[in-house]
């Protein structure tokens, strides 16, 4: 049994023997692990050249602890019936000490080493061509003794470094895309200095130049122009100097280019760096389109849309062209133009006003082409006014007829009872017809412009005299009137309680079906209106015309506005001024009952004058 017992503590003092030789003591009553983290106390880093001892105050024994400077710690095993003191030093720093005289299954040391001299640098990087802040990365090396130190810099503010021990330091500054930047400082015992290191960093870049060559030519390609962008898609500036192209780029990262010309294919490309420093880009031509465009044109009379004879001339900031003559009975004018240069495309004829438009031509049309329509517009119509007996509609052929403008008198063409003369649009014009046994005709026409044929027919109905004085008639072609109608009386009575906004219905003034020739047997019930105005001096009015909704309504618009004119310029003749008198002409607009019958039709087609003033 006792042997037994003495093999038993052997082996034990055998075990713990080993283990004091293996990394520090270890406890075979439990783990009783020793954790000593050691970092600098300015910039919370791995401390160089650091020596950690473990003192076993029992035993009197010193085993050293391995530093992991990733984890900034050392780490072993405690006996839990001895004591220890923890000894750690580095060159530079306050050496540390710490009495472990309770030892617990978790033991976790923390040391901070204050530095023996307080030196201070500021750490700061800047980019030398923008003056702008850059992060940065400081090595800060001490070659005496081998440490060395990595401080990242930020952009946004300075980094401060603390240094150590006396000595000679280097401080290297390093950025990607820059070139490094290195510097001493001397720092002497027991000294106390703010330092300063700022560098400005010069980019490490390299000036390429372009050379855009035609691939088939291998000329030069005219007026090309290069981006360059990075690996962010961020285009990067070049220097364009006449006839060069060059570009500053980083010695790192990769690039992309885009190149492009008139009447050239773009190219894009991956950017070398070749040796030479000389970027060469070939282009292709583009397969060129047909440059020029046959063309044809053909005058015609903007009111009849017959073809006419015309001179043509086009003119370009290139070349001035002599006129090209053509007749109705050969109207086109046909000539080459070159696409995408603009014109000035000048028509001229006799009688008309003169065209001018420019004119380009942007991409060729497909054959046939078709001659171009050119309007002119007339500056004067043929109008033909015939004249008639207004109670018999019989032909008389007037001993006088005259048309003048102003004073000027206008030459006439005349055949049997049609007199024939070229009025312009727009103008007035006075117009005095005479014949024995008739009243003098005397009126002002305001001639618009024509929209169609019958606009250019005009009627003049003379009434005979008798010994009763009768009302002048309009100035349009009349039906022979009802025997009723030629003998009926004038009503002498007025219109009474008018008032203003109220519309009153004209019901027995008549005109010819689409026309705005007025009958006779109108006029007993516009001389009443005349009396009306003449006994209230303050009454204005305006004569509405409205039709029904047969026909074109742009036409029915037009009678209606010529039908309330004849009746203003009735009033007129009667003595009335045409300042209280407006004429407006509501077409189809405002009809009093739907145009669903004949009898609703009737009721539609009607003249009132309404109350403005009174």
Do not use: C
């Not at 000593?36 to 010193?62: C, F």
């Not at 970027?279 to 031509?285: A, C, K, P, Q, T």
């Amino acid at each position: 049994m006792k042997k037994w017992l003495l093999l038993l503590l052997a082996l034990l003092a055998l075990h713990h023997s080993k283990a004091q030789k293996n990394n520090g003591l270890t406890s075979v009553f439990g783990e009783n692990r020793l954790v000593v983290r050691v970092v600098d106390a300015e910039i919370d880093q791995a401390v160089p050249g650091l020596k950690i001892i473990l003192q076993d105050e029992t035993t009197g024994q010193s085993t050293p602890l391995p530093y992991d400077p990733k984890m900034m710690s050392a780490r072993t095993r405690l006996d839990p019936t001895h004591r220890y003191t923890v000894a750690v030093d580095a060159p530079g720093y306050t050496p540390y000490r710490k009495y472990i005289d309770k030892i617990l299954n978790e033991n976790e040391v923390g040391v901070h080493l204050t530095r023996k001299v307080q030196s201070l640098v500021t750490l700061a990087a800047t980019d030398k061509l923008t003056q702008k802040p850059i992060a940065a990365i400081f090595t800060i090396m001490l070659p005496a003794t081998g440490q060395s130190f990595i401080v990242k810099g930020k952009v946004e503010l300075d980094t401060l470094f603390v240094f150590g021990m006396p000595g000679t330091y280097q401080i290297e500054a390093t950025s990607p895309g820059y070139h490094a930047f290195k510097k001493e400082f001397v720092i002497g015992e027991k000294e106390l200095k703010a330092l300063s290191f700022k560098p400005a960093l010069e980019p490490a870049v390299t000036e390429y130049t372009f050379l855009v060559v035609d691939k088939n030519q291998r000329s030069v390609v005219p007026n090309a122009t290069v981006k360059i962008f990075d690996e962010n898609k961020n285009p990067v500036n070049l220097s364009n100097t006449p006839g060069k192209l060059t570009v500053l780029l980083p010695d790192v990262g990769n690039f992309t280019y885009e190149a492009m010309a008139a009447e050239y294919l773009p190219v894009r490309g991956t950017l070398d760096r070749p040796a030479s420093r000389l970027i060469e880009v070939g282009m292709s031509r583009r397969q060129t389109p047909p440059q020029t465009q046959t063309i044809a044109f053909v005058a015609q009379d903007a009111f009849t849309k017959k073809p006419i004879a015309a001179r043509f001339r086009l003119n370009s900031a290139n070349t001035n062209t002599s006129a090209t003559v053509t007749t109705a009975a050969n109207p086109e004018f046909g000539t080459e133009l070159k696409l995408k240069q603009p014109y000035l495309l000048e028509v001229e004829s006799d009688g008309y006003t003169t065209y001018a438009a420019p004119i380009t031509l942007d991409a060729p049309e497909t054959e046939p082409i078709k001659p171009r329509v050119v309007l002119l517009e007339p500056l004067t119509y043929e109008v033909r006014f015939t004249i008639l007996d207004a109670v018999s509609m019989k032909p008389i052929d007037p001993a006088s007829f005259k048309v003048g403008e102003g004073s000027k008198a206008l030459a006439l063409q005349r055949a049997g009872n049609v007199r024939t003369v070229s009025l312009a649009s727009g103008k007035e014009y006075g117009i005095r017809v005479g014949q024995p046994g008739y009243e003098l005709f005397e009126r002002t026409l305001t001639f618009d412009k024509p929209t169609g044929p019958r606009d250019l027919l005009k009627s003049i109905l003379l009434s005979p005299l008798k010994a009763e004085a009768k009302p002048t008639p309009a100035l349009q072609v009349a039906p022979t009137p009802t025997p009723s109608a030629a003998t009926a009386k004038v009503d002498e009575t007025v219109f009474e309680n008018l008032k203003v906004g109220e519309a009153v219905r004209l019901e027995n003034v008549y005109f010819d079906q689409s026309s705005y020739i007025l009958r006779k047997e109108s006029y007993p019930q516009l001389d009443k209106l005349a009396q009306t105005l003449k006994v209230n001096s303050k009454l204005k009015i305006e004569i509405a015309g409205h039709t029904d909704n047969v026909g074109d309504a742009r036409l029915n618009q037009y009678l209606s506005e010529n039908r309330a004119r004849v009746i203003t310029s009735y009033l007129a003749q009667k003595g009335i001024s045409r300042s209280r008198l407006f004429a407006k002409g509501y077409g189809q607009t405002k009809p009093v009952t739907a145009n669903d019958t004949e009898a609703n039709k009737a009721q539609n087609r009607r003249v009132e004058f309404v109350v403005i003033e009174n």
